[in-house]
């Protein structure tokens, strides 16, 4: 057997993390069957922890118009967020918000960072009822 040691970040109010492999349909807030492993893995660990509250972002690069990508943002949150509730988890718990563009984490100016910056995360909004 190995022994392998894996430091963990612990769960605090402010914490967030991107949720690498939600992915949409082009210019739509359906989400790809590809997305249902890492939606199962958010779904566990949020069954596993239920006095967490989280917010659900979503995040677009700067194509297109202001207006569409705060809207486009937004729907793809609430996409993940209406999962969610499907499947158990409390909508109280839950808040949605879409971003647009407004809060990129690499340079517009190419594409890997266009790739990067069209996202989805969650953050520790609560924790306790």
């Given at each position: 057997?190995?022994?392998?040691?894996?430091p963990?970040?612990?769960?605090?109010?402010?914490?967030?993390?991107?949720?690498?492999?939600?992915?949409?349909?082009?210019?739509?807030?359906?989400?790809?069957?590809?997305?249902?492993?890492?939606?199962?893995?958010?779904?566990?660990?949020?069954?596993?922890?239920?006095?967490?509250?989280?917010?659900?972002?979503?995040?677009?690069?700067?194509?297109?118009?202001?207006e569409?990508?705060?809207?486009?943002?937004?729907?793809?949150?609430?996409?993940?967020?209406?999962?969610?509730?499907?499947?158990?988890?409390?909508?109280?718990?839950?808040?949605?918000?879409?971003?647009?563009?407004?809060?990129?984490?690499?340079?517009?100016?190419?594409?890997?960072?266009?790739?990067?910056?069209?996202?989805?995360?969650?953050?520790?909004?609560?924790?306790?009822?």
């Amino acid at each position: 057997p190995f022994i392998k040691d894996v430091p963990m970040n612990p769960i605090r109010v402010g914490e967030s993390a991107i949720l690498r492999n939600i992915f949409f349909a082009f210019n739509s807030c359906k989400l790809k069957r590809e997305s249902m492993v890492e939606l199962e893995k958010l779904k566990t660990f949020l069954k596993q922890h239920p006095d967490l509250h989280i917010e659900i972002s979503g995040h677009t690069d700067w194509v297109g118009t202001n207006e569409y990508n705060l809207k486009l943002s937004e729907q793809r949150s609430r996409a993940v967020y209406l999962y969610l509730i499907r499947d158990g988890i409390e909508a109280s718990r839950l808040t949605y918000v879409g971003y647009g563009e407004t809060k990129p984490i690499q340079d517009n100016n190419t594409e890997e960072g266009r790739a990067a910056n069209r996202r989805t995360e969650i953050r520790i909004v609560k924790m306790g009822k």
